[in-house]
Structures are given as structure tokens and as C-alpha cells.
């Protein structure tokens, strides 16, 4: 449902009561109203929805995150070629989960 | 772009469908509420992807698929009155009433005008002192602080000449309605990111403990539903059913908690009919008292027209994952999305539209091609 | 002591800085247009005549002959205005006919109330394009409508060009195994209008692709002998183009995501707004259909012209699901890619 994008804050105005950031989505650049997200900084990531940022990414926990998944996909290449040399090698359902849950 | 590209990594999503792969032992059914995540699922063919008998199931998250009829027929009867400008987002002008569109409206003299921001509205407003400016305003709890925003604003700007048309639907009581039916085979559900991005996860954790039904909140980019799909599997598999979020980086357990005050300040939770559900209760948001001079609805006495839905369309099995779109008679053929007979054709998120535009080549059989 | 002239009524030229509907009458004020503003800029020996028709010399065989009508919001935008869009609108429907552009007609629907200023800009700028695109305007008319009745202006033009002897193009030729090639990032010009509308603060680099396409195409029909069609990708974007190729050629179409250019700075509005730019209007771009056998060379020779330096080779045609147009998507999986009703709308979800 609702299309929310994440862009860079690179800059906060106020006008009119209203408080506006110019948020950077790829090679353009659109003001969003910050009201709901007064506590982003320059240089933060929102995510934007409607003209409002209504979130901000929290880059750690977005780090964090991807490395484990890109360890999964790395994962994933080391097991094809362990398949390819032996089929035994595949681990068992809860020696994935465990992995999945470290 | 930073945050979008490296969740459609092809490495890493196949690197989630191999672990997908090797924990999953069951054909599980698993519902993506929201329509944002239906579109990723079909632009992608993610749902291709999964191991054999997994099924995803379209769930009922698109705010335009779900607007009433009635509540679209009045922004046309609206739009059509000459001292109004009737401003709505791009997604709501081509959704058809029972007789027509705004986009129609629009070629016959009215003026209506499409924005990308709630605000767009008030300066559109001001600017026309002269005219009546009435905001078309839909949303889940995700748009609902927007739309309230306006209107807040509205009042303490002193505009005589806005109003608000508004159709805000709630995800909860319908999730309870579709889990609760007797025929529900939904199994572990998807939460959606961005509405928990602004109300918390706190009603989620609710469904879980009541349904026993593994929840997990999930962002909108392949890689995001892929891990999303693999931690409902991992919980299905083991035996739990708690609320877990994937969607860490936007989405926090209490949520946007300014958004949440502005929409408690100027909405009021009420009963709502859903397009293709039916009515549910307190489903819906409507004005506070305080407001009702910006209540569309009252300024302009609108009544209720009672409009009948088409009895062709299967959309309320659709949306249970009873049936697929390819199962309805009526698919590609006397409903497309230029023509639709039932919600989940109506916009690019609904579930209808969404196997139409991307998945016409597993229907090629179905229907003759090219002739529409 | 007053003079003659003094006491005649002013030249009415002098003192309209705006077209008045007197422009369009036929009489004084239309000549006057003609002499002050369009002569000065389109003038060559066929145009200069002045007659009611144009009289040319043409070599025998076939001709290409095309008609496109111009409206654009703003006027003026990011790399090029209303003017340079209707040159090269009818340049580019003949160039990927394979015809070598020639002659243009030029007529103008002006809204009562346009500053002669912009109506001069806009002229100028239709005849540095036709210079570059190596076409003469030879004939042309104006009216002018009430203010209220038009949107400021309103460019038809017409063009005529020759066709090469023995050079067939079409898309009943196209078969499958055939290659299709890019000439570059879609969607510049659809989103800079777009940008323009919406308040979008662009970065730099993003402007409109408008641009003259007949060197390219006529670089493809030298790398390409056999080369089956081409298509200017304007309006509904590639998809709608593959699609009109798949529905009438009767055959398949598959493209591959990851080898179709986007901008960033388009991706951004795209993500943003939640379109396609795969429906994204273009003015300057252009895909070949040619024999596999041909395609890496038609490809070199694309990339040598400046407007074809970003060509790729997107897909290829496919005896499979005939009348459908598929992509391979960045995951590797498979989806339709339809043909629009209307234009696409910005959406919030
Ligand atoms: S295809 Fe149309 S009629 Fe059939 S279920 Fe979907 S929306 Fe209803």
C-alpha cells in the first residue's frame, strides 16, 4: 500500500510554521514536510511517504542486517559447491536454524 | 540508490531461497496484507521462486482497491459541482465509480487536479479563495497522519474554502475478519512495514498471541520479503507463532509517535465498508467533532448512495487465498484494469491487476491475447 | 511640426509585443509575422517564394512522408522547448523509416496573448534544429485563437524524406532470433516535464533527450543490411513500442532488465513516484530490430554516433508466447510487460 521511499536529508528550513527538509531520492531532490520526524539530521536517511518523511532508517541496524544477509548468499555459493563435491554435507534443518537465528 | 538497490541483490536473494529451501518441509500458505508487497511479489515473480508448495495468498492492503464505490461516486458528484477543485492523488483518478471516473470528470469541464502531497492542497486552497477545494484523501494508518496533517493545518491557517473527502481504512480488523473465517487458510502473515512504521508493532503482537499465527513485519524490496518469507518459515517449522520485525531498519516497536498523535487529534476510529469485504467494524478513521467543518461529508451533505458491488467478481475468495485471480471467469477478459469489475483490479497493487499486468503469460492459455 | 508618418497609426508590429487574433487574419499583421519573425529564421528559395504551396525537386523512387501535432507544458524545459520537440519529432518518424529527412511544413496554432518574445525563441530554436537534423521548413501557416481557446502554442509539423532504393523496413519483417538494440537511458525527457510540473529539484545532469535521430539511423541501415525495423520511442515509452512490434509482427518479445540504461537521477523521480520508466516518454531515443548476425556491428556503429553513444542490446525476439512482450527481471525471474491504457500518474500506493 503506501509507497515510502528512503532519501538523504541534506537540508532543513522552516516556513510557515511548517518544518521542511529538501530530502535527495537517487539524482533528484524534492522538499518534504519533516513535522513527523523533527529529531533527523542533515545527512540522515528518510523514508518518505506522501511529501512526509515518516521514519528514520537506522543505518546500524541496516548494516547489521545486510551483512548477515550477504553472508547468507555467500553461504549459499559455498553449499552449491559443497553439494556439487557432497551430498552429505548439507546441513540439517536445525543446524540452519541455528545458523539463521546467530 | 542507497537502501533500494542492494535489496534487489540477486546473490543475496538466492542466497535466502536456498536456506528457504532447505528449512521448509510443509507447503505453507503465507498472506502479504499489504498491496506495495503483492506488486514486489509479481513484478519480481518472487512467489515463482518459492520452494514447490509454498503459496502466497494477496491480502487486502491496497487503500484504493478497498475505497467504497459510494465514497468515490461522491468525489465525482463533487468534482462536477463548478466552484469546486477537486484534488486527489494520482492513483484515485482513474478508479471508477459505479458510473465513471474523475479522470472522465475532468475531460467534461471539472476541475480536477492531482497532487503528490496533502499539502499541495492547502496552497492550491489558498490561492483560490473563490473556489471550494476539496481533498479526496485515502490512505491506510500509513497516509492517515498526511491527510490529518492537512487538515490540521487547515484550521490553524483559518481556510474557509478546504475539505476533506475522506476514506481511511484500518489493517487489524480486517487481518481479525480474514483470520477469524472459518475457511482461513492463511498460515503465517506478513506484516506491513510501512503502516508499523508509523503505528508501532503493538496491535501485531496482539494478532499473533490471538491467532497463534506467526507474524513478521516486512519491508517492500525482494530481499526484504524473501527474509521475511524464510523467518515466517523458520517459526512455522519450529512450532512458534510470535511477532518478529524484518523491517528493522525503518520500523521500530512504538512507532512514529508524532504521526500517531496528529491523526488521534483530528480522527476518530469508526465503522467502515470496505470495497470487496463488506463492512467491518471499527475499521475506519473519520473526523473529530472539532474538525467537521473540514469533514467533506457535512459541508456538502452528502448522502449515501447505495451502490451494489458486481456479483461476477470472487474477489472476498481472492483475497482469503481461496482463489487465484486466474481462477475468476471474468480475468483479462470482460475485467481488465481499464474496466474492472471488482476491487483487486482496480489499481496496479490489487491483486487482480497486479497478475494481469505481470503475469499475463501464465494465462496465455486462458485468454486470447492482443484482442482487448 | 508633425510629419506624415508621424500621423499615420503606428506600425502595428512595432507596438504589439504580443499576438493579438489580428495575427491570424490573412491581412497586414499576418505578413508582418511572417515577414519579421519566420522568414528571418526559416528562410530558403522554396520557402522565400512565399506561394501557396511549395515547390520542390525531389529524386524519383519513395518517399517518406509523416505528421506529428506538438503541445508541451512548460514550453520551455531542460535541454530543449516546444520548438526543437516538433523538428525533431517529424525528423525522427522518418529517420526510422530509413528515410533521409528533407523538407518540413511548420504551422503554428497561437494563443491570442503569447509575448512575440517567446514566440521568437521558440522560431529560433526550430531553426537551429532543422539545421542540425539537415532539413529545410518550406511551407507553413499560422492562426491564432482567442485567449482561453488554446494553451499558448500549438506547433504541427509535417515532413517528407527519401527513401534509399531497394530499402525495406517494417516490422511484419522481424523473426524470431533477431536482436533488439537500445540507442540509450530511457526516460529523460518524461521526467524532466515531469520534474517541471512536480517542483523536482534535478541534478545536473538530467535534462530532455530531445534529439535528431537520422544519423543514427542511418548509421544501423549501413551496419545492418538486413536490418528489419526501427522505432522512436516517444510517447507510452519502450514498452508501448515492443508491444506494437509483438501484436503486429505476431511474434514474442523478451527483454532483459538489467541491460536496459536508466539514470539515476530517473530512477530517482521513478522510486519516487512510483512509475516505469519503461512507459516513460523519450524524444531522442530509438530501438533497431536487427538479424543476430548483424547485431554486434550495428551496435558498434550505433555507439560511434553521439546520440546512440549509450546503445544496448537489450533482448531478442522469440518464437514463444507471440503478442506478449516478457523481461527477465533482476532476480532472474519472468513478467509481462503490458502496454498501457493512458498515461502513467504519479501514485502513493
Ligand atoms: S478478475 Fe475482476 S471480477 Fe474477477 S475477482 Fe478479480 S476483480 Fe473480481
Known sequence: ?102 | MKYIDEYRDEKVAHGLLGNLQRIATRGWVLMEVCGGQTHTLMRYGIDELLPNSMQMVHGPGCPVCVTPLEIIDKAVALAERPEVILVSYGDMLRVPGSTTDLLHVKARGGDVRMVYSPLESLKIARENPTREVVFFGIGFETTAPANAAAVWQAQRMGLKNFALLASHVLVPPAVRMLLSSPVNRVQGLIAPGHVCAIVGTRDYEALATEFHIPIVVGGFEPVDLLEAILMLTAQLEEGRAEMEIQYTRSVSAPGNVRAQRIVAEVFEVCDQKWRGLGPIAKSGLRMQEAFRAFDAEAKYDLHDIAVDEPTECISAEILQGLKRPTDCPAFAGRCTPESPLGAPMVSAEGACAAYYHYRRHEAVSLVSIGGN | MATLSSLACPMPIAVNTHIVLGHGSGGKLSADLVRDVFLPAFGNPALNRLDDQASLQMASGRIAFSTDSFIVKPLFFPGGNIGELAIYGTVNDLAVGGAEPKYLSASFILEEGLPLKTLHQIVKSMSDAAARAGVSIVTGDTKVVEKGCGDKIFINTSGIGVIPAGLTLSASLVEPGDHILLSGPLGEHGITILSQREGLELGGELKSDTAPLHKLAQAIIKASPQARCMRDLTRGGLSSALNEIAASARVGIEINERSIPVRETVRGACELFGLDPLYVANEGKLIAIVPASESSATLAAMRLVDTGSESTDIGVITEAHAGLVTMRTALGTMRVVDMLAGDQLPRIC
Open chain 1, 1 to 102: 500500500m503506501c509507497l515510502a521511499i528512503p532519501g538523504q536529508l541534506v537540508a532543513k528550513s522552516e516556513a510557515e510554521g511548517i518544518l521542511t527538509g529538501r530530502v535527495k531520492f537517487g539524482g533528484i531532490s524534492r522538499e518534504v514536510c519533516m513535522d513527523f520526524l523533527p529529531e533527523a539530521e542533515v545527512g540522515d536517511y528518510v523514508l518518505v511517504h506522501v511529501g512526509f518523511a515518516i521514519s528514520r532508517i537506522d543505518e546500524e541496524e541496516a548494516r547489521k542486517t545486510y551483512e548477515y544477509l550477504e553472508k547468507t548468499g555467500l553461504v549459499d555459493e559455498e553449499l552449491a559447491a559443497m553439494r556439487a563435491s557432497d551430498a552429505a554435507a548439507i546441513p540439517t534443518l536445525q543446524e540452519t536454524v541455528v545458523e539463521l537465528k546467530a
